[in-house]
């Protein structure tokens, strides 16, 4: 049943970034990314705002933990799972964790874009 929360959550989350990147694209065009940023930097104060919710005032069920953050915002952007991750490391402590996490996620997923991307081109066949 879990999983069938998640999937409806990633649902409206996944329909809502499309909606923002639409939108951000016919106001300013598309030389920038402005969307996916706008996603990105929503999608994190969201997560703030539901993981300080649960975390002092709410006692909603993990049902509706898991729809609202791992489905609607997993949907929307993982984007603020990472700079959760992120911010709970640091406020442990572990500051070199923290920045290890940090250094690696950005780095290794831009590498493997990049990677993606050099073997898309060497077997263009494959993949049509």
Same mark, same amino acid.
């Given at each position: ?11 409206? /989350?996944?329909?809502?970034?499309? =909606?923002?990147?639409?939108?951000? !694209? $016919? @106001? #300013?065009?598309?030389?920038?990314? &402005? %969307? ?15 993981? /300080?919710?649960?975390?002092?005032? =709410?006692?909603?069920?993990?049902? !509706? $933990? @898991? #729809?609202?953050?791992?489905?609607? &915002? %997993? ?54």
């Amino acid at each position: 049943m879990n999983y069938l929360i998640v999937f409806l959550g990633a649902g409206v /989350g996944g329909a809502g970034r499309h =909606g923002v990147n639409v939108l951000a !694209a $016919r @106001l #300013f065009g598309n030389g920038f990314p &402005l %969307g996916t940023l706008a996603v990105n930097i929503l999608g994190c104060l969201a997560m703030g705002l539901l993981a /300080g919710y649960f975390a002092f005032r =709410g006692h909603l069920p993990q049902e !509706a $933990r @898991l #729809f609202l953050t791992t489905g609607v &915002l %997993g949907g929307f952007t993982t984007f603020s799972a990472f700079a959760l991750d992120t911010a709970l490391l640091w406020e442990r402590g572990n500051l070199a964790a923290a920045f290890v996490y940090v250094f690696s996620s950005v780095v290794l997923s831009l590498a493997a874009v990049a990677a993606g991307l050099f073997l898309a081109r060497l077997f263009p066949v494959a993949l049509a």
